[in-house]
DNA sequence: CTGTTAGCGCGTTCAT
DNA sequence: ATGAACGCGCTAACAG
C-alpha cells in the first residue's frame, strides 16, 4: 500500500506536506504542490480513510437503514435520501434489516464499529428501542423514518397512517362495501397500529361491522410462505367484500393467494393498500392505493440528519415531519349495488 | 469514546489483555476473562473499527455497486447477495450508482479509501474500465454483475442477453408481428450490444425487416424527460406492429409515452421487455418478459468474490457463469391476423 | 512555507 | 497468564 511516507519520500518532502497538499491545508509553494501531486498521481495514491477518521474523530460516512430492499416504498426513499446527502456532499451507504431485528442489531453493529457520522433509520419495530439507544449513548446522531418507536426521541418524518387507513375505509364505503376486512403488519410496527386504529375509528364512523376474525396481524415483509394467509382467508366472515392492506406486498400476496384458490380481484373480492408499485403501477394500474411520497421520506430525512449533524444541539428541539397521502383510485375495487 | 485502555484501567489489567479477551486469542484465565466483559458492558464497549483496520489490514466488509436502487431486478439480485454474504460472515454494504460514472467513481473512490475487503459490481457501462482498474490496481477482489466490460478479465455473473433477444424476437414472429422496433439502454453496456446483436440476427433468421429508424438508444435508467421516446416513437416505421424493450424501465416508458397519446397496449402496440417487475407482476400478469435470475445473480456472484478472497490466485481461472432466462408471456403482446 | 513530535485505538512481538 | 513497546497511516500542534 502507498503511504504519504513513500510520496513523501519520492517527492523530497516530509510526510506532512503531503498530507498539507491532500487536505488543501496550510500555505504551500505551488512548486512543491505540483511536485507532490504528481508523485502521487504516478504511485496511485489513495488515502486510507481508517487512518484518516481514527485521527479526526470522524468518517464522513452517513448510513441508510432500510427494512426491504426489494420494496420500492424504501428503494424510493433511498434514492431521496442519496439526493439530498449528495448535495450536502456526504456520502451514503445503505443496508437492509429485512424486517429481522437481529440483521438490524449486526448493521446497528457495523455503523456503531464504523463510527459513521450520521444514520437515517427506517426502524423494524419497537423493539428497535435498545438500537436507537445504542446509537444514542455512542453520540451517533439519527433521524427515524416512516416508524416511530415508543421511548425514542428524535427527528423523524412519517406518514399519516391513520388518515390514510380513514380515506380507504371511506372510499371502500363509498364503493357500497358493509363489510371490510384488515390485513396487516405486525403491531409492533407504529405504522401497523395507526393503521389498525384509523381502520376501527373508520369503521365505526360509517357505522360498519367490525369482527375479529376479519383482521390479521402477520408481516409487512414478504414471505415465501402463504398459509398463514391462506387461512385467514378462509376464516372470514362471508359477507367480507373488501380488505385493505397494510403495504403494498401484502395487498399483493393476498391477490396471490386468491388466485391461486380461483377467486379473482376485484370481481369476487375487493382490494386496496397502502403504498405503489413505483413504476409499473402507472403502466397498468390495478391496485386502488394510499400512495405516500416516498422520496420526500427519504430526502427531507436526509435533511434534518445533516442538520443534525452540522449544529447537534443548535439545530434545536426534535423535529416531527408528517406527510400527506393520497387516495389513488384503480380498478382493484369494485362497486357494489344495494345488493352487495 | 470508550477505549480499551479505559476496560483496562477499571479491570486492573493491561490493555494488552483486554484486546485478548475480544478477540478470544491467547490464553487467559477465566477469572480475568469475566471481569474484563464485566466491565466491558458496563462501559458499552464498541471496538474502533477503523483501529482494528488499520492494523489488521482488512475490514471484513464488502460491497455491492448496482446501477439502479429502484429496479427490481437489481434489489432482488442485491438480496441474493446479502443472503450469500450473511450465510459466509460477511458483512455487506450497498451503493447505487445510477448508471452515472460520476457517481461510480465517487462509490469506487469511498470503497477504495474504506479499503473493502472485496465488491460486487454491476458496472455502469464500457467506461467503467478504469474504475475496475483502480480496484485492482489496488488488490480489492472483485466480481462483475450482469455486465462485461472488455478489457476486464475477472469472475462475472451474467444472463444470455442474445438468447433472450432471439427469444424475444421469435415469440413476437410466432404471433404474427413481421415489424419489431427495439428500444435499448446504451451500447456501452455490453447488455445493450448483445440484445442489439440478438435482435438483429434474429430479424435476418425470421426474414424479418430491420430498419435504422426502429432501433433507438438511449439509456436503461428511468428519466423525467420522455420526449426522447416520443421523438423515436413518432420516427417508427408505420408497419412496425411490436416493440421489444431492452428492461423493464424502458418498457414502462414506452408504455407510458404510448398512452399519454392515447394508444393503448396491446390494441395499438404490442410490448416485449428483458427483466420481471418482481412480484406486482404476478398479481397483474400485463408484461410479456425474458424472465431472468435476478437472485442468482447476487448470489452466486456474492460466491465467486467470497472465493477469491478467502483463495486468492488458488480460486484458479477467472469463473464465468451465464444463467439462462426464460420467456414468459403475458398480455403486453397481441397475436395478429394474416391482415397484420 | 516546511519539518518534527505526538497520538488517534488497536494488535503483534517479545518479554516476564 | 499477562504486560511493555512499537507501529498501522494519518493529522494537529508546535517549531523553525
Redesign the pocket.
Known sequence: ????????KKA?????????V??N?????????AKVKRVMDELG????Q???S????QTHLLFLLITDITNPFYTTLARGAEDAAQKHGFRLLFGNSDEKLAKERDYIDTILKTRADGVLVAPAGDASLPHLEALRKHGVPFVLLDREVPGVDSDIVLGDSKEGAHRLVKHLADMGHRHIALINGSLTASTARYRLEGYREALKLYDLEYAEENVLETSFEPRNDLTEIEHWLDRLRPEVTAIIAGNNVLAVEVIRTLSARGRRVPDDMSIACFDEWAAYAEIDPFLTVISQQAYQFGYLGMQLLIDRIRDGEAAGPWKKIVLPSQLIVRRSVRRLGAEG
Do not use: C, F, H
Open positions: 500500500m502507498v503511504t504519504i511516507y513513500d510520496i513523501a523530497n518532502v516530509s510526510a506532512m506536506t503531503v498530507s498539507r491532500i487536505n491545508t496550510g500555505r504551500i509553494s505551488e512548486k512543491t504542490r495514491y489513495v488515502p486510507n481508517m487512518a484518516r481514527l485521527v479526526l474523530q
